[in-house]
């Protein structure tokens, strides 16, 4: 049976970009997930393929779930790796998206067919999101890095080309697969503090999302989950002024990150404000304000 099982194959993709999402190492807060289902729920995509989790899963470590329908009927729900179409007409691009975990077995396997999917449909660039564990505290901006193999890409949006050796995730081999194949691609990363890495973090998840309509030119309606975000930071501040050693821990983290973060340089400029208005009101069917 082949791994990849298709819905239906869409066509007509204008200039598609794959954005990537997994569970598991990559994943801190939760951050990198949460932003692609929420960009695939925002924009209404469509899944369309998923992908067998029979080679590729430690059931033992990625358990199958029991799930009870309506009328108490059990079935299974495997860990699939779902993919998604995105089609949004007054965008410069659609978008696939793909939600799934991080695979235990055979990783060069899995990114060659993601690979192959994404020439198939005729994607230009492949993204991936991460998050990763760091000495920042919740209070300031979330930061979020990256790197691109585009260097045009890399001057337009102030990535860099990474420098980092180490052990890896299926991220790191997904762009090693990429970059062999001559499909562009780019990683974007946010840092999540360490100190509270359990619970989901919809404000790591918005802020990638940010960067990540940047990277591809699609505006996302993500006001839900700017509410979460300003609840999550809400709550994790009560809870800090509870514990007098976390609070200690959390002013130590605001004076090493610097004034510098407060940068007039780190706002966006009028123009990419405006910019980002007229293309999220033609998503949406409406007139910009001349």
């Not at 990849?4 to 007509?12: Q, T």
């Not at 994404?118 to 230009?124: K, L, N, T, V, Y």
């Not at 780190?266 to 007139?287: A, M, N, T, V, Y």
Request: hydrophobic share 40%.
């Amino acid at each position: 049976m082949q791994p990849l099982r298709w819905n239906y194959r869409p066509d007509h993709l204008r200039a598609p970009a794959l954005v990537c999402g997994f569970k598991g190492w990559n994943d801190a807060g939760d951050a990198a997930s949460s932003a692609v289902n929420f960009v695939s729920e925002a924009l209404g995509a469509r899944e369309f393929a998923t992908i067998d989790p029979e080679d590729f899963y430690d059931f033992q470590a990625t358990r199958p779930r029991i799930k009870l329908s309506d009328n108490q009927a059990r079935s299974i729900e495997w860990p699939e790796v779902h993919l998604y179409e995105a089609r949004i007409p007054r965008a410069p691009r659609d978008l696939i998206l793909l939600s799934g975990y991080e695979p235990s077995f055979r990783w060069r396997t899995f990114t060659g067919l993601i690979v192959e999917l994404a020439e198939a449909i005729g994607a230009q660039m492949v993204v991936t999101l991460g998050a990763l564990l760091a000495d920042v505290p919740h209070t300031r901006p979330v930061s979020v890095t990256g790197f691109a193999t585009d260097p045009a890409l890399v001057s337009r949006l102030g990535l860099t080309q990474s420098s980092y050796e180490g052990p890896t995730g299926i991220l790191g081999v997904l762009h090693d697969a990429c970059s062999t194949a001559g499909l562009p691609s780019a990683s974007l990363w946010a840092a999540v503090p360490h100190y509270i890495a359990a619970s989901p973090n919809p404000k790591a998840a918005l802020a990638l999302i940010r960067k990540l309509e940047g990277l591809v030119g699609v505006v996302i309606d993500a006001g839900e989950l700017e509410t979460a975000a300003a609840d999550y930071e809400r709550q994790v501040n009560l809870a800090v002024q509870h514990d007098p050693d976390i609070l200690a821990f959390v002013e130590k983290l605001e004076a090493a990150a610097g004034e510098e973060e407060q940068d007039i340089e780190d706002l966006p400029s009028g123009d990419s404000i405006e910019r980002d208005l007229q293309r999220f009101l033609r998503q949406r069917g409406q007139e910009p304000p001349s």
